[in-house]
């Protein structure tokens, strides 16, 4: 599948800035994700953005496609092994593969997979506790969940 990329705002994080997510046209200033993001929030693979901002990667939701983004973040003794990080994205793959997700991305300290909503949250933490075990030090964090600002659900799911 030919893809571009689509730059998107990382703003809710300590240094905001834009992260390039893999994405297909499907407007003038549509694209639909086919990855979710490490970093940005708020979105998953599958959603349709419009970029406001090409600069900034400012950008709206036109669609969601009923996926749920997690990103988990390594201990502080792994963080920046990208050998440990490609062996627990691999630990973790078969949880997240037998619900029908998939591990989107990953670099050292971080990974980004993809989990249907329809699987439900309950199954979801259960995969993020397990991977948690694994991993000492290790926390996750739903990205497209809950509002950055405020904390609450977003319920786009509903």
């Known amino acids: ?17 834009v992260e390039n997510v893999p994405a ?3 407007g003038s200033n549509e694209w639909q994700l086919l990855r ?15 970029i406001l901002n090409d600069e900034t990667g400012t950008f709206e939701i036109v669609t969601r496609a009923g996926n749920v983004c997690v990103q988990f ?19 973790i793959a078969p949880d997240i593969e037998s619900f029908g997700g998939r591990i989107d ?18 199954t ?9 075990d694994r991993s000492a030090g290790a926390q996750w964090q739903y990205s497209n969940v809950y509002d950055p600002v405020t904390g609450e659900p977003l319920d786009w799911w509903t």
């Open 73 to 91: 973040y390594l201990g502080e003794s792994e963080a920046d092994d990208a050998e440990a990080t490609v062996a627990i994205a691999e630990a």
């Open 124 to 132: 979801i933490e259960a995969i993020c506790a397990t991977a948690v």
């Open 36 to 50: 979710s993001p490490l970093y940005a929030t708020a979105v998953a693979s599958g959603d349709t953005v419009k």
């Open 1 to 17: 599948m030919n893809h571009e990329h689509v730059r998107i705002a990382v703003i809710d994080a300590t240094e905001p800035g």
């Open 105 to 122: 991305a990953h670099t050292p300290g971080l990974i980004a997979f993809t989990v249907p909503v329809d699987v439900g949250f309950p």
């Open 24 to 26: 297909r046209r499907v």
